[in-house]
């Protein structure tokens, strides 16, 4: 059942007392065996590799220096690995630690060697309803780019096309750049879900609006935790690319600082929808019991009025239902008519009232 | 139906891994084709160019670098005006990118050749009874403003008249002072827009007291979300004129300073009124919801005063429909008449406690 | 109607596109024609002019720049006069333009000859049961205070009696001095007016705990508006007053910094009574909800103790009302008064378990 | 009655347009005629006026430049008493209607001569079952520290006791540290209060936990408007100690700072306690508005079950009273045992179902 | 009853007028006779002491200041030992006094000699279900760390271990390193009670989706509680490690900035939850409520269905049970099952209706 990683996966942590720095993957384990793979280029040159799942030495003693280096891990359950590429790269341990821990949140670290940023890649799984969020690191060592996923994903695929087919300015540019474009292609996903959800959110308000049976407000909590959910994500990113712009680990230069102000405009518009959306859901949620309360006043108002009209012809009923000997008017010719008659009238007058104080 | 557009607007985004800075529309289209227009003006000469849907080229290299051009463009969806704007003026394409994508917030930025300006102007549609939001982008390089907006507006048109006339000091000023008249243009109307929903909210109140129906709820819902999107639009507006005030792109100066800060009271106060009427709405609703659970208590107390006195009126009168052999009461003379007798007793008695626990 | 003014207020502003610092009254009319006066006095000698309604220029000749000058200007509909005044203190426009629109929120700005201070005067109309702002605006121009009123007032008059009889040390001091005197004299009417909302949300406390009518939640709406009036009002204030003692306009000198911390702290306690009663009137509006939950409550048990009593007795009845000709208890001697025997232990067990659950 | 008070006691204010600095009481006067005594010590030597209420110049003369003095006045309307203090220490006006201020909020304040510091005593009023605010003003003036308090009181008696006795470093220490020593015990004094609440809030969830009566919501209501005055009062409490621990008054320095960063932990700790008391209040309010939604639901339910019971058996009963000729049932000879028969399947499968959907 | 002690927890005290500095155990005693141990540990050597309950004189001697020492007590309530380690290494009573009052906040503190560092370790009692927040206080002199417990605890055996085993760096580090350990292995913990209460609340939902019985309020209500404890204790801890961070006691140096710096990144995180979780239990309360609403609903349908079919009925029978003499329709052959067929008819149009607006 989804609902549940939706409350733990931001509580699972080492044990107490545990060695701090000791490398073991935290989280949910969502891939077998990861693989590698690099992108060397610079404005002429490209050398691509082919996805690899072992020797992984080969393909590290090929990078260069002078070229711009991708790295890119998928799957994040190899400790031999991660202990191989943070010794070539000198990395610290505690860096390798938070690479590993899927369920830390995002943040931007400089570390002596090398700059930390951890993002969340969010995706909705349509066949679950379900945002899934995903855990990016993304590490910078000069003018290598290193980025580890949790599974092999297709959202950067766009990106290798572009550097491909040199499109755009990319293989011009550096690794910050490169760090960049990652970050926009993750940030320009955010933009798609929330779509969705506000798409979902209007079908909700028409429901409400014509219909506002039980299942809605099962629906509103769920899409406020969604909400939560986004929110966790999304915040602190906002917080990593503030920290770029002051200037954390020298990622932002006169050349690229534009493209980092463009992307902090777009994480700023996706927090200020999130905030929009939970306002539009409390709103909602208002509305929704709303009309609860005025499904039990229609309700209430039936049972009135049935009750109102038949309570006093009853008693009429029954009292010359009694069996009293002397009791003149059952004697009466037309007493039976009468009584009808009188019956009429209590009817007529009480629709009467009921129709004027708005309850028929 | 416009509801739809009221969640939506703000989620339509490029695809991810799309080259950032790569020029395209964003947005609903809202006009076919657009054209240009140009004033040039200083205090003695006025030059203005008619609407022109075409040969824009010819228009562009009249403009003199000594007087103050603005350069009107109503209509986004001609990628390549924009493109022969862009190197015309030396434009970044992030900022093209901005003009074009209709829904990003407002903001202020400060590019090498040019600084842009990003506002909402808001309109109410009495027809579809909505507020409707237009994304206009002002561009101040060196001593030319340029205009973008969505659709052909008349906003701008007292200002063009002023220009024409020589009215105020607009004639005296640089394009600073232009681009300070269009901000206030765009402020002023928003108060047009305030003051209608000020009226609006009079009226729901009245509603409110007289006669709470269902429909209220949903008005307020209403109400509340056109809130929201106003604060969308006016919050960010607060921090472009906080931005001007401090220096960003050098629009204030020791001439216009003052104008701006007025500029920036307006602007808070526009805020402040915002702020004012969520506080309203939200008594409002408080208001509504009360009255519909006083609703319920006057049917309550209707089901309940009918109930209580029929029920042992009936029971007695049931109890003397037995048919019992032996029941002396039936028999005595008068039984029927005392029977009545002590039913209208029971009534009067009820109708009294009623009457004093107020439910009468 | 005045609720109506309460939201509109705020919210009337010049035409989108007009003149920046055109002089045109904005705001309700209130008063014909403004009269003007002048006091001129320091320590030794005071000149009192009489209240004149037209000839200024003589009035605003006669000042003299050694002694202090009061000038007062009540009523605002005279943009002539306002004219005059401005040429002959060299105000701006834009000053002028702020004095003259009532609905502008109380501020602090210095212009390049003057300081202006906009408050909001507030008072309590007993007739309408209302609170009533007035703009007040003070425009300090070297040693002369200038202050400008919608109507003609009493509340400066007790500072008139100080001036004329040189009580305390008004006298002795500059113009500077005069401003906080007037300013005090607002901060202290504020004080009045809180002073009788808390009485009377005592009244109405006592009002929710005896007897919760539907009357009270429209007092407590009522009430809440009247907060949100009284904190636009003030909330700015303290701002000014942050703003003289931060030495906008170098209003405050060491001989009077001493009195305007104390208006400060003054303005401090008004806003944090008023942040109080906001709590205070949440408080009651809960209280007087579950209130009206227990009055249904009330209902409900008495619905439900009245129908589950008759509900069973009336079915016995109606059971030996029917037909058969085979039912033996009929026949049996004693069997109505063994029947009536069961009615009775019926009611006097439903008795004794509804005592026990509370509900009698 | 005391609610009273809490509402009104930070409204009364002197009259609008009176002099600032005239002196004269504010506030609800408890105390005939004001006494004040004398302590005079240093390491080795200590003088103890006695109480007196008269005759105050000779005390004030025998007031020594080299030793602590600590003045203490217990009782605040005589006016004559003030001005002999104010010239004996060359004190403020301004310091002095503070002082006799009983609505004024803590605050610290530095004059020319003397630093002054206000804060309120609370004591739990256990016959009135209300917590009580008094007016407590610490004025120091070089090695003199003058306590005013509204009524004569006991708790600086420990102190007193202290500087007998020399127990502590009390006599040791300047007058800065005797201005500690007496916060101190106030703010002690909070903790008093704040533990009495606490008791009282758990008295009060488990009185709702059992039985929730509709007295629940006013006691929650009484609890929350205490935690509005203890807040009044601590609250500013906190800008007092940060204004000593910035210098303010040159009260800190080398040798209390210790002392007086203690007494900061003790504020925050007394406020975060208030904040979460009104957590827990608010979760109480909850808690009791759920039990008394409870409550309706059970009364339905009994309503519900009896009605739903009955009426279809009441229904069949009537069905055969019916008086027609020629209805064959009524001539069966067992018709009467089937109908019974009838009627009870009816009330067991009734049973059978509330209690499957637990309502019995 | 445990719920008592998470109100009072924080209110204990000492008495108001005491000196302060004065030594004695404030809080709720665990134990009675506490115990010292001691390891002194470089990167070659280890001396460990037995735990020991007296004599602690010669155990102090033995302290040398080249190696590492970590003096672990546990149990507060010997006053005299307190004295003896004061005495020892110097430390202010004020020191000693916050680490004896057990419902002191977390905080840092610089003293003269030492710094302390107090947090709450908070574990989970499976037996009551509930948190328990143990004091527990870190004194860092020069080399040696001082650690003060309430009770004799296993959460630090670990890292004992790890200094025995000589196992990560921790014997290569100095005691600011193993003051870092030991705050680890306290949100490490955290983590784990966090871990289950996300547990805990991923049940609660189910339950209330499931079946929202009166209960689930009651548990809702003391997850609230719990919540308003873990924030108490975590919060501050936010501030004691951001002032380590800033150089508060010189805790903080180039080899430990990236311990402290991931301890805060995890507190972060920690606290990130828990606000989570709030919002995650205000959701859930929503959710109970509009439960609550909704089976009040059904059983007022029920309700309303019975007496709206059975009503008409009912008078129908109770009209022909009346004794008239002139009853045309009573002696008609076939009225009787007229009759039936009418009420059947009442009954199946009844039936549809209500199907209709979906009360059945």
Known sequence: MLRKKIISRFSIRNKPGEVPGALHFIGEQKTDSPFIRNMTYDVKSLAESPKIFSNYTSLLEKLTSENVNWLDIEGLNDIKLMEIIGKKFMLHNLLLEDVLNTT?????????????????????????????????????????????????????????????????????????????????????????????????????????????????????????????????????????????????????????????????????????????????????????????????????????????????????AGLYGMNFDNMPELHSRYGYFAVLGVMISILITLLYIFRRVKWL
């Open 104 to 316: 830390h949140r995002p943040k931007i670290e400089e570390f002596e060697n090398a700059t930390l940023v951890i993002v969340k890649m969010l995706s909705y799984n349509k066949i679950e309803c379900s945002i899934v969020s995903e855990h990016i690191s993304l590490v910078l060592a000069q003018n290598t780019l290193i980025s580890f996923q949790e599974v092999e994903g297709d959202v950067f695929e766009p990106i290798r096309e572009r550097i491909r087919h040199s499109s755009g300015k990319i293989r011009v540019k550096d690794a910050n750049y490169l760090l960049f474009t990652l970050l926009d292609a993750i940030v320009d996903n955010y933009f798609t879900i929330i779509e969705h959800i506000g798409e979902e959110l209007e079908k909700l308000e028409d429901l409400i609006l014509a219909n506002p049976s039980d299942e809605v407000i099962k629906q509103i909590h769920y899409y406020n935790r969604q909400m939560i959910v986004l929110r966790k994500a999304v915040w602190p990113l906002r917080e990593v690319i503030n920290g770029i712009l002051k200037g954390v680990g020298k990622v932002v230069n006169d050349n690229n600082e534009l493209y980092f102000r463009d992307l902090h405009d777009n994480t700023i518009q996706v927090i200020e929808t999130i905030e929009m959306y939970k306002d539009t859901i409390s709103g909602l949620r208002d509305l929704a019991f709303s009309n609860i309360s005025n499904k039990m006043n229609d309700i209430m108002k039936t049972l009135t009025v049935m009750s109102s009209i038949f309570t006093p012809l009853t008693f009429i």
